[in-house]
């Protein structure tokens, strides 16, 4: 199984594909997987060589227990080090939620390495108190672990699937709740208005997090930027795949053409 060891944390990753190199990267609680289950590696790898990469605590990355461990430029860093283990210059980079959110940072560690963003369902600017009290909260379900966070989804009416059940039996509790130890959520836009790469950013209009409103204000502030939103689609606008692939395969078509 190919792992990129970045300073003896091995990062998961697998190869989809052949052509211009997109690194893929999924969200917080995901895995590698939901990018075959939405379609989207069967639907670019015949254009593209696609790099599907685990996050640190996630998958089959490594899953260290210290919030030190989580750190941005830690976690950018483990794409490097992907990229570097395939020996890729440049790539482009698709990532949602968390990955979208580590997208920003890397942004702002290693535009260099990248010929554009593609980012859903986030939004660099910190964010407001009302909604760092409810980050805390969900936060807190992966700290008393299964059960604890069995109940947080319980109190919020969400219903766990068998495949959600399957997929929660084998997480890591202390490495997520390490994961959001660590100051991940701040101080990622003040460069924003000098980056140059070309940014895809998507969000559901409707997006719990409060994304939409957020994306909307930095796409003033960002030179090189398309913003796409979906009325009536909420933070999982990412599973619809025929909603945003179009819009995806445009963005990195008028760069080749560029």
Known sequence: MPHADNNGIKIYYKVEGK???IVMLHGFEGDIKGWYRISYVDSLKKDYQLILVNLR?????????ESEAYTMKLLTSDII????????????FWGYSMGGHIGFGLTKYYPE????????GISPQ???EELQLEIDNYSKAFKGGLDTYLSYYKKLGV????????????YDFKALYGFFGADIFHGHEEHLPQLEVPILLYVGEEDGWGHYPR???CSKIIPNI???SFPDQGHGVHSHKDLVLPHVIEFLNELKRA
Do not use: C, Q, Y
């Open 215 to 217: 994306a909307v204000e």
């Open 57 to 65: 605590a996630h998958g089959r990355s490594d899953k260290p227990h």
């Open 226 to 228: 398309r913003l796409v």
């Open 81 to 92: 080090a992907v990229m570097d283990d395939l020996k890729l210059e440049k790539a482009h």
């Open 126 to 128: 910190d964010v407001e």
């Open 113 to 120: 390495r990248f010929f554009s963003f593609i980012l859903g």
């Open 19 to 21: 052509g211009t190199p």
């Open 159 to 170: 219903e766990i699937t068998t495949e959600m059940k399957e997929e929660i039996d084998n």
